[in-house]
């Protein structure tokens, strides 16, 4: 944030380094915000918001527009202008952009799915270090694996590292499909939201697609069967709730252990809970003061979807966010259930449920539909009842694990 009386000129989007899932590329703006590309009907669903659900989805910013810019050497930038009605100053960018993410390959998708490229030492561990705190270093499942070179503790030799690739992989995606579509000038309209894994120093965030149905009211036939197809093939049909996306901060190693939505796609019930138990474990322990504060969390969840009468939250995902560096000053031996009480001082006021430990947030509502909203869609009754169906699995599954089950 500027000081008073600075005016923000523009910002320069960076891919945000923590997405897990999903197909957008979410965008940080700054250090507690995101953004993404802006959907009428997940707009009209902020706007709404009923007062319950707020505590369980990222506060909503408001609109930028946004443009792509070619630096001096030819690299795209997604640039941010917080005004919708002013002209963007575009000198104002540093040319070269000092930061990781901008060398994208844009010569279409051919090619390796290299999405980093190679820095020099100095910048990209400054940038790494401005960018995520701590050792930030990540171990992956995926195939976007890429070489990008890092001083180790003693700053020497670069080690072979990669990054959680999801997001890169979407953003490059998104980067070349608008460069393709548009010229430099067009202006898109980009969503703020809350970057709700800001205050923790090493986001663990599991992704879970809710429900049982997958597909909006406006999908065609094709898209339509193509996802009933995926909900029949995974957990979406059988616990109304399939993995999206993980990362899990491994204490010894310190590396993320990360898996993708082709993972969790694959998974049987019970390969499920064992990826749920695998989330709630940094490598050496199972972090048996986490389950209370979900649960919890969840149980409150459920209460509020049971009230919404009419909302179908298609498509939608469940976080669940945890710190993976365990508070100190509260690391009691692990049969110790009362940990979940411990408050962080200054942090418990954000989440109404209280438990500052862990996050659950609703997020991803381009096909949520409810009586009222501007997208004329079906208007349905009662509930959300494959939502609820996902979730009471979910606690359940939760509390076996919590009974050691």
């Not at 997940?42 to 009923?50: H, N, T």
């Not at 694996?145 to 999801?166: F, I, K, M, V």
């Not at 000053?329 to 209280?354: I, M, V, W, Y």
Request: aromatic share 8%; with cysteine; hydrophobic share 30%.
């Amino acid at each position: 944030p500027l000081g008073a009386g600075e005016p923000r000129k523009v910002v320069l989007l960076e891919p945000f380094v923590h997405q897990v899932g999903g197909h957008v590329s979410m965008l940080q703006y700054d250090e507690h915000t995101v953004c993404k590309p802006l959907v009428s009907q997940e707009q009209s669903f902020y706007e709404s918001l009923p007062l319950a659900m707020r505590q369980f989805t990222p506060q909503y910013k408001g609109i930028i527009s946004v443009h792509l810019k070619k630096d001096s050497l030819g690299n795209l930038n997604l640039i941010a202008s917080p005004s919708l009605h002013t002209e963007p100053l575009l000198d104002t960018i540093k040319e070269p952009s000092v930061t990781l993410w901008h060398k994208w390959a844009t010569g279409g998708s051919s090619g390796s799915e290299r999405a980093l490229v190679k820095w020099s030492h100095t910048q990209l561990t400054k940038t790494l270090k401005d960018s995520c705190p701590g050792k930030m270093r990540l171990r992956t499942d995926l195939q976007y694996c890429t070489d990008s070179l890092l001083e180790d503790a003693n700053g020497n030799q670069p080690e072979r590292n990669s990054y959680n690739p999801w997001g890169l992989h979407c953003h490059r995606q998104h980067l070349n499909r608008m460069s393709s579509k548009y010229n430099e000038n067009k202006l898109h309209q980009f969503l703020l939201l809350e970057n709700v894994a800001s205050k923790y120093n090493y986001p663990c965030i599991l992704d879970l697609k809710m429900g049982t149905r997958q597909h909006g009211d406006d999908a065609s036939e094709e898209k339509k069967a193509r996802h009933i197809k995926k909900c029949e093939q995974s957990t979406s049909a059988s616990l109304g709730v399939r993995i999206c996306g993980m990362q899990v901060y491994q204490a010894e190693s310190g590396h993320f252990l990360c898996k993708d939505k082709y993972y969790g796609r694959k998974l049987t019930p019970e390969g499920f809970r064992q990826t749920l138990r695998q989330f709630l474990c940094n490598g050496n322990h199972l972090r048996t003061d986490l389950l209370e504060p979900i649960i919890l969390q969840l149980k409150a969840l459920l209460s509020v979807i049971r009230k919404q009468s009419s909302y179908r939250f298609y498509s939608s995902s469940l976080l669940i966010i945890y710190d993976g560096l365990e508070n100190k000053e509260n690391a009691a031996p692990l049969d110790n259930h009362l940990q979940g009480h411990f408050p962080k001082t200054n942090r418990t006021a954000s989440h109404g449920a209280g438990h500052s430990k862990v996050d659950v947030r609703m997020i991803d509502f381009a096909h949520t539909t409810f009586k009222g909203s501007k997208c004329n869609h079906t208007t349905y009754d009662g509930p959300d009842h494959g939502y609820i169906f996902g979730l009471e699995n979910l606690i359940k599954i939760l509390q076996n694990i919590s009974e050691g089950k």
